[in-house]
């Protein structure tokens, strides 16, 4: 069964700095395109960054040089650095896992629609506090 796991949401004020884990069990992210995504409150849910197998990655405006997006060396783990959060950051994150096959060019790399045919966690709360 594959599963994705995420942990290090938590509460923190504007400025500061949180590193989300998502841990794979059943499965290995070789041959996936892997990503964050967040939900907040009212909103949709929207793309946040992913990486690929070959190990580039894309962003969001939005995050684009505050948050970082990497996996370990075992391809089982994938993180989010996010720094210098703002009270805009607030919001239920998750992760996300979707065959490299299924992805048709570096312009889908956060679309939710495509995502939404592969594997999620059950996401990790993360509030910034003004």
């Known amino acids: 069964q594959l599963q994705l796991v995420e942990s290090g949401g938590a509460s923190v004020q504007a400025g500061g700095s949180l590193r989300l884990s998502c841990a794979a069990a059943?499965?290995?992210?070789?041959?996936?395109?892997v990503g964050w995504f967040r939900q907040a409150p009212g909103k949709e849910r929207e793309g946040v960054a992913s990486?690929?197998?070959?190990?580039?990655?894309f962003y969001a405006d939005s995050v684009s040089g505050r948050f970082t997006v990497s996996q370990d060396n075992a391809k089982t783990t994938l993180y989010l650095q996010m720094n210098n959060l703002k009270p805009e950051d607030t919001a239920m994150y998750y992760c996300a896992a979707l065959e490299s096959a299924r992805v048709p060019g570096p312009w889908a790399t956060l679309d939710l629609g495509l995502f939404n045919l592969g594997h999620w966690g059950q996401g990790t709360q993360v509030t910034v506090s003004s």
């Open positions: 990486i690929d197998a070959d190990g580039m990655t």
């Open positions: 059943g499965f290995t992210f070789s041959g996936y395109l």
